[in-house]
């Protein structure tokens, strides 16, 4: 329809909300029925699905000389993007394991030793979160310079987009901010020394309470930092590859990360209900059973 009319605004509006309807109906039932998150393995499908034409892209712009390199560009290139990927993977799966030491305790009558063991803190606690909330403020003064009465955004827009360099810059200054943010909102290191100090745990060398919760907030800026610097990098490399190489598809940024951390939580849970059969086909009197969304039919 060529007039943006009141029709096609609600066709428009009705049509994006059925559609979003039924990719949540279906991500629902993916997760009840399957193995790994629904929604999470729908986005994973439709960013994979854009990889062969990507390659069929480069595999042309090799052949008509536009890659910078031609052919030896293009496979280191592609010895970068798998060295790239594999550093993702490194880190998103890396943690920092905090030893916890619990002391003897009194049960009845019965006397339990103390334990041993650690809690573990993510490099990446704030996952894809960042780059998202980043990218949706750098878009607020291109939506508002399209406004009648904020043409003077136009400027601010323009000097944006403008330079790679400034936006890049902006760029990572608010993926690392959105880091330390988001973690603050979900992380909180006071709770966490009062639950180790309740079960009668303390981290050697620290004291229990407030010292601990300490110990564990300066730990965890660390690491936040550490994982907003990944996560700058990672999501800077598109505009990066694209300026020196002069590649004809987009690698890296959010797209890259959500496919890796999907991919390592759908292996995740697979490994574990691998491991609960085995354990049921020892101890079920009836051989293998996976208790579930799988389901063996005696």
């Known amino acids: 329809m060529s007039d943006n009319g009141p029709w096609f605004i609600f066709m428009t509006i009705v049509s994006l ?42 595999f042309e712009a090799v052949k008509a000389g536009t890659v910078t390199g031609d052919l030896g560009g293009a496979l280191a290139l592609l010895a970068f993007m798998i060295l790239v990927i594999g550093c993702v993977v490194y880190i998103e799966r890396g943690m920092r394991r905090i030893p916890v030491q619990y002391a003897k305790r009194m049960q009845g009558r019965r006397m339990f030793a103390g334990q041993a063991t650690y809690f573990p803190m993510k490099v990446n606690a704030s996952g894809v979160i960042p780059p998202i909330f980043a990218g949706a403020v750098l878009s607020f003064p291109q939506t508002l310079a399209g406004w009648k009465y904020l043409s003077f955004m136009a400027g601010v827009e323009a000097a944006i987009r403008g330079s790679s360099w400034v936006y890049n810059g902006l760029f990572v200054l608010l993926i690392i901010f959105f880091a330390y943010f988001y973690t603050s909102l979900t992380f909180r290191p006071d709770d966490v020394a009062d639950n180790i100090k309740k079960q009668g745990g303390y981290i050697p060398g620290i004291r229990p309470g407030k010292q601990t919760a300490e110990y564990i907030e300066r730990t965890l800026n660390r690491l936040t930092f550490g994982g907003g610097v990944y996560l700058a990098t990672i999501c800077v490399i598109p505009s990066v590859i694209a300026g020196l190489m002069n590649v004809p598809f987009y690698f890296g940024g959010t797209g890259l990360l959500i496919v890796v951390g999907v991919a390592l939580d759908t292996v995740q849970q697979i490994e574990q209900h691998l491991i609960s059969r085995n354990y049921e086909g ?12 799988l389901k063996v039919m005696a």
């Open 17 to 58: 909300t059925a559609g979003t309807a039924f990719i949540m109906w279906l991500g629902e039932r993916i997760t009840e029925n399957g193995i790994g998150n629904g929604i999470s393995l729908i986005i994973f499908a439709g960013i994979v699905a854009r990889l062969p034409p990507s390659g069929e892209r480069l």
């Open 282 to 293: 020892f101890a079920g009197p009836r051989g293998p059973r996976i208790r579930g969304r």
